[in-house]
């Protein structure tokens, strides 16, 4: 063989390894990105399904007490995770519920208790 043929091979050699060495990085990138996103895409559906269970506990039983809001609204948590079959963390789910209720401005005290008239 010719030693132009075995450095042109070599380089060859060199500059496939270079190009997956470097896919190999893009790859790891990307992964991590989809990962960062699919994070950030189940905490806003967590907060999203957690400001519907709020509405729905409130709507299906306004006159209830507080710990029963809270028990529905933790059920319709739970369905609409086994939906999606995502898994479910009953602490997760009371904690962003009772954050919903603040946002709605509802005390979480006070979550079920008529409002009381002037």
């Known amino acids: 063989m010719s030693p132009w043929f075995e450095i042109a091979l070599l380089l060859l050699i060199v500059m496939i ?27 806003i559906y967590v907060h999203e399904t957690g400001e519907e269970a709020v509405a729905y506990a409130e709507s299906m039983e306004p006159n209830s007490g507080r710990e029963k809001h809270l028990e529905r609204a933790v059920d319709y948590m739970r369905r609409q995770f ?11 789910a009371r904690a962003v519920i009772e954050k919903a209720a603040l946002r709605r401005g509802i005390d979480a005290a006070d979550i079920g208790r008529q409002p009381s008239s002037s």
């Open 17 to 43: 390894i270079i190009w997956l060495a470097a896919g190999l990085s893009m790859y790891r990138r990307i992964a991590e990105l989809l990962d960062a996103r699919t994070h950030n895409e189940k905490r």
């Open 82 to 92: 086994q939906e999606r079959q995502l898994p479910f963390d009953y602490e997760q």
